[in-house]
């Protein structure tokens, strides 16, 4: 039973929140005036319509432009602004208020100042920080009302694994990344692949002249704030170091032994250092193709940086690395398109092998044009996986075509 006091100290901290709140919101809000122009991301197609029953789940890599693309869809759905409540809970004015009544008052916040008997769209912005977030949020979906939920965060684990355990079939994920080429090119029509090779599709450090340092830094908060919260480590100097080695040997199949030898520490140590890089999508994985689980797991895998122009501005490469980059975003563009992106090899390799219904198809990826190497591989892929599609070419000539 609660008591008189209890409900007395219950509605003085609603209060309480509920003030700190309405600056927040104030400060966060994008519709008091026209925000800064922004490049309308391609993931927008994939945009359906909101339910109050499932909440829609945007992810993807820390600064990659995921706050900006909640007031794209926004305008996209042509929701009334006075309806929409847009909360960064990276704030740090929030950081002592991060538990489920802050999240109670933002919704007693939207009830005093636009009522609860109308459609409200809550805009949770880096909800990952928020304890037991996700229990707060399945309640809410459980009594659907007219509210409509749409969260973001910079962590596969903390999205993925709450949202598959505690809102199973209650989610709607869609992943956003840096730029692709034709998002780059609208922001810099004067350029070329060779520039986006370069630079990168970090929205922000596009913008400016200091965009090396500015990629530093956000390499650094990644691994600080999304990884070593997924590590044991105190340190993030190993951390740094597994990442370097991993961007260095871009594309290339690598075992947590063999990173091992390039730095010191333990087989376990090394894959869990793997899977939290990966879950704050700093790197990515390209497993081996085959139809045996157990085949798959025995094999070695490839690892992509999350961006080209964050690999440049911490790694010291020279002229023959295009074809390493170029690697990279053929690898990023088929992930966007196909999700799953393998790779395979036996005497020959195949760069790339994508799923097109239950069907295969090999692709290999040269800046300048296919060489002998890449025909015998696919030939030999062929043999192995005779009722293959056939296989694609990817080149400096035809990649905006075919992206």
């Known amino acids: 039973m609660v008591t008189i006091a209890?409900?007395?100290?219950?509605?003085?901290?609603?209060?309480?929140?509920?003030?700190?709140?309405?600056?927040?919101?104030?400060?966060?809000?994008y519709f008091d005036s026209e925000p800064g122009p922004s490049i309308k991301r391609e993931a927008l197609a994939t945009l359906g319509k909101l339910q109050p029953d499932v909440v829609l789940s945007i992810q993807g890599v820390r600064r990659c432009g995921k706050s900006t693309f909640l007031t794209q869809i926004m305008k996209e759905l042509e929701l009334p602004s006075e309806r929409c409540?847009?909360?960064?809970?990276?704030?740090?004015?929030?950081?002592?208020?991060?538990?489920p009544p802050l999240l109670d008052a933002l919704i007693q916040y939207a009830d005093s100042t636009v009522g609860a008997d109308s459609p409200r769209y809550f805009f949770l912005d880096e909800i990952q920080s928020v304890k037991e977030w996700e229990k707060w949020l399945r309640v809410k979906l459980d009594r659907p009302k007219q509210d409509f939920f749409i969260i973001t965060g910079s962590?596969?684990?903390?999205?993925?694994?709450e949202l598959a355990t505690v809102l199973t079939g209650r989610h709607i994920p869609i992943e956003?990344?840096?730029?692709?080429?034709?998002?780059?090119?609208?922001?810099?029509?004067?350029?070329?692949?060779?520039g986006y090779l370069q630079e990168g599709g970090f929205p922000k450090p596009l913008q400016i002249e200091e965009s090396p340092r500015l990629l530093r830094q956000y390499f650094t908060d990644i691994i600080e704030r999304d990884v070593m919260r997924n590590v044991t480590t105190r340190s993030s100097i190993t951390l740094t170091q597994v990442t370097k080695a991993i961007f260095e040997s871009t594309g290339s199949e690598l075992s947590a032994r063999t990173l091992t030898k390039k730095i010191d520490t333990t087989v376990d140590a090394m894959l869990s250092f793997l899977e939290a890089l990966s879950q704050a999508y700093l790197i990515l994985p390209c497993l081996y193709f085959t139809y045996s689980e157990r085949k798959r797991l025995v094999r070695n895998t490839k690892w992509y940086p999350i961006d080209c122009g964050m690999r440049h501005s911490v790694i010291t490469s020279g002229s023959s690395d295009i074809g390493k980059s170029f690697e990279t975003i053929a690898y990023h563009a088929l992930r966007r398109k196909h999700q799953e992106v393998f790779y395979w090899r036996e005497t020959g390799e195949v760069d790339f092998v994508i799923i097109?219904?239950?069907?295969?198809?090999?692709?290999q990826v040269s800046w300048d044009g296919i060489k002998d190497r890449h025909n015998k591989a696919l030939a030999e892929f062929a043999e192995k996986h005779p009722r293959s599609a056939d296989p694609l070419i990817i080149t400096k000539d035809n990649f905006l075509e075919l992206f």
């Open 85 to 99: 409540f847009f909360i960064n809970f990276e704030d740090p004015r929030l950081s002592d208020s991060l538990s």
């Open 6 to 29: 209890e409900k007395w100290l219950g509605e003085r901290c609603i209060m309480i929140y509920e003030n700190l709140l309405s600056m927040v919101l104030k400060d966060w809000s």
């Open 155 to 161: 962590n596969t684990s903390l999205l993925n694994s």
């Open 356 to 363: 097109e219904g239950t069907t295969p198809r090999p692709i």
């Open 176 to 194: 956003i990344s840096p730029f692709s080429l034709k998002e780059y090119l609208v922001l810099k029509p004067k350029n070329n692949l060779q």
